[in-house]
C-alpha cells in the first residue's frame, strides 16, 4: 500500500533545504554602494532639491564626478539619523 503523504513529505523536505540554503546566503554588502541625487531623494522621501541643500549645507558628504552626484550609504543613514536629531531640537 502507498503511502498517501508521501509525496507531501518528499516537497517538505525540499522547501526546508531551500530555506536553509537562503538563511544561509550572506547578506549584500552595503557599505559600498553608492546612490544617485535621485535614489537619496526617493530613499529619504523628500525632494532631490531637499537632498542637494544638505549636500550644499555639508550636512550630507557627496562625491561629485564630473556633474554626477554620488552619495554613499553609510553617508546618507549617517546624515538622515543626524538630520533627525536636529529637527527635534527646535
Request: charged share 25%; aromatic share 6%.
Amino acid at each position: 500500500m502507498n503511502n498517501p503523504f508521501e509525496p507531501l513529505h518528499n516537497e517538505l523536505i525540499e522547501l526546508k533545504s531551500l530555506v536553509l540554503q537562503l538563511l544561509q546566503k550572506p547578506e549584500e554588502d552595503l557599505s559600498n554602494k553608492l546612490y544617485t541625487l535621485n535614489e537619496a531623494s526617493a530613499i529619504l522621501n523628500v525632494d532631490r532639491q531637499t537632498v542637494r541643500n544638505h549636500i550644499d549645507r555639508g550636512t550630507i558628504t557627496a562625491t561629485f564626478i564630473g556633474r554626477r552626484i554620488l552619495i554613499g550609504h553609510t553617508e546618507l543613514y549617517d546624515a538622515l539619523n543626524q538630520i533627525k536629531s536636529i529637527k527635534y531640537k527646535r
